[in-house]
């Protein structure tokens, strides 16, 4: 962590653009429309942060931890989020496109709406997620774990599920059209 980064955010500075805050200890901070395009977050703790609207491109966010937090509307465009634990956390209409969220903990994370465009997903935890109307055009959910997901009207069109687990999901007119469906456990 970059000592005058910390200093920035809690001046209360929202335009961090490139900053080191990894590990940083943030719970609960207002990052409301924040600028943390390519900042390094790498394991940092923003357990009920607000990123509502922010802008968080090219962010490194591996093994983060943004447990209940706000991302609603929030731009994760090519962010890394590898690890990451987001179980609770509000991303409605959130922008992952390219984003990787590798063995991500998204557990009960309200994903409504969400642009998740060629994500990389795999051996994500989505248990109990709301991912209703969400885009997960050519998204790669290999061996990722969907039970109890609400994938209703979901776009899932070139998406790959090899070897994903769907018990209980809600799939009401979800769209698999040339999507990878091998090994899916309980279609």
Known sequence: MNE????????GDKDLTGADLSGAKLKGHDWYKADLRWAYLRGAKLTRTD???????????????????????????????TGAKLKGAVLYKANFKNAVLYTANLRYADLTGAKLT???????????????DANLRDADLTGANLRDANLRDAD????????????????????FKNADLTGVKDL
């Open 4 to 11: 005058d980064d910390y200093k920035r955010v809690l001046r």
């Open 51 to 81: 990123l509502s609207e922010a802008h968080l491109q090219g962010a490194e966010l591996h093994g983060a931890d943004l447990i209940d937090a706000n991302l609603r509307d929030a731009d994760l465009t090519d962010a890394n989020l």
């Open 118 to 132: 060629g994500a990389n997903l795999r051996y994500a935890d989505l248990t109990g997620a709301k991912l209703r």
């Open 156 to 175: 899932l069109t070139g998406a790959n599920l090899t070897d994903a687990d769907l018990k209980s999901a809600v799939l009401y007119k979800a769209n």
